[in-house]
């Protein structure tokens, strides 16, 4: 058998940069590897600085039992077919138990993410939203440690839930924030989420009023929701900025309306123009301070009063009240979006007037209405004003 003895030898065969070799070495794997230098001088001095590490590795190894020296070969023969070290594999375990070791159950990682985003003074609306979209997730997943779920289990999971497209999207979006949170705190070295199926879901057109449906609406409407209905409808307030909005935000000598952080969905300012029908509805309710409207217990079956009234005083006098009758999401506000959008036909004012990214109004409200409809919305104002 050659002597497995590290030595220094001349290599005949290589050109000036490997005149002379080590032999003797070897890889992690066990097998033979050589080492090359320019000079002999070069090796020796090598070899010399390697030789307490080699020792030492040596008098490891006599040191280990029958059983583990058993153990070793044979591992090192089952990793060898994918030309994986026994100490690559070893460190690898080491890694993922550790991991293991730190990571925690779904419902933990739940809690967190929940009192995480309530601390960032998230939105009542998005933080029952994240609640609620988790909660359906932790029926399956509760009991596992977050870093043992695999993406093709979300990716089974979300694929199962049977709903709409866009109720998958946004599925997966919450749980791709959960999953990036265990990322960064430790739970977990990658995303899972990242790497499950995307679905493309449609974006219907938004349904909106018509100027017809907004005078009747307008009209039946009780005096404590009539400024509410008409600064979604012609400011393009959301309900939940109306619903926290106060008369000392509204300017009716300067022409605008002051979104601040602590009224937006985004957190981000804006001022809103007051129109000139805005003006007329709004300036007979105006107080100097107090909130726009009551509260929900109040303000919403009064909504649903004058939508029930408008429509059918519409459908008596033979109109169409089909919006008032089936209510569009969010119909006020993109009402407001497409007649705006369709009157001045600048989508990065009409995004900025509403508060969000103006590829959402091209996507949404473009070429849904003519100008001439626009200027009727518009020209909605109370009787006599």
């Not at 609640?131 to 932790?138: C, V």
Request: aromatic content about 6%; glycine content about 6%; some cysteine.
């Amino acid at each position: 058998m050659r002597s497995t003895k590290p030595r220094v030898l001349r290599w005949k065969w290589g050109g000036a940069n490997s005149a002379w070799v080590v032999e003797g070495l070897r890889d992690e794997t066990g097998r033979r590897i050589r080492k090359f230098f320019r000079s002999r001088e070069d090796a020796n001095e090598w070899l010399k600085n390697r030789r307490p590490e080699l020792r030492s590795q040596g008098r490891a190894a006599m040191g280990l039992t029958d059983a583990q020296r058993v153990d070793a070969i044979r591992a090192s023969a089952i990793l060898g077919s994918h030309g994986v070290s026994l100490t690559t594999a070893a460190e690898a375990f080491h890694k993922r138990a550790m991991l293991l070791s730190r990571t925690v159950p779904f419902s933990k990682l739940r809690d967190e993410l929940v009192a995480a985003k309530t601390a960032d003074r998230k939105s009542a609306r998005y933080l029952s939203d994240i609640k609620n979209r988790l909660a359906a997730a932790g029926r399956t997943f509760d009991g596992r440690g977050v870093a043992a779920i695999e993406s093709r289990e979300l990716d089974d999971w979300l694929r199962g839930l049977g709903l709409s497209p866009t109720s998958r999207v946004n599925f997966r979006k919450v749980l791709h924030t959960a999953f990036e949170f265990a990322v960064m705190r430790g739970y977990a070295t990658e995303n899972p989420v990242a790497k499950t199926a995307k679905v493309k879901a449609d974006h219907p057109a938004p349904g909106i009023l018509t100027p017809r449906e907004i005078a009747a609406l307008l009209a039946e409407a009780d005096p404590q929701i009539a400024a509410a209905i008409a600064l979604s409808a012609f400011g393009g307030l959301r309900d939940a900025e109306v619903g926290r909005m106060t008369w000392d935000r509204v300017d009716l000598g300067g022409g605008h309306i002051k979104i601040d952080a602590g009224i937006a969905k985004t957190s981000s300012r804006r001022l809103v123009p007051i129109s000139d029908n805005l003006r007329a509805w709004l300036a007979p309710l105006a107080r100097k301070e107090g909130n726009i409207r009551p509260s929900a217990r109040i303000s919403y079956p009064l909504y649903r009063a004058a939508r029930k009234a408008a429509s059918e005083k519409l459908v008596a006098a033979d109109e169409p009240a089909k919006n008032l009758q089936d209510w569009p999401s969010n119909a006020l506000r993109h009402s407001f979006a497409s007649y705006r959008l369709a009157l001045i036909a600048n989508a990065a004012q009409v995004a900025e007037e509403c508060g969000h990214s103006i590829q959402i109004m091209k996507q949404h409200y473009r070429e849904l209405v003519t100008p001439a409809e626009a200027r009727a919305w518009f020209a909605v104002t109370p009787l006599g004003s």
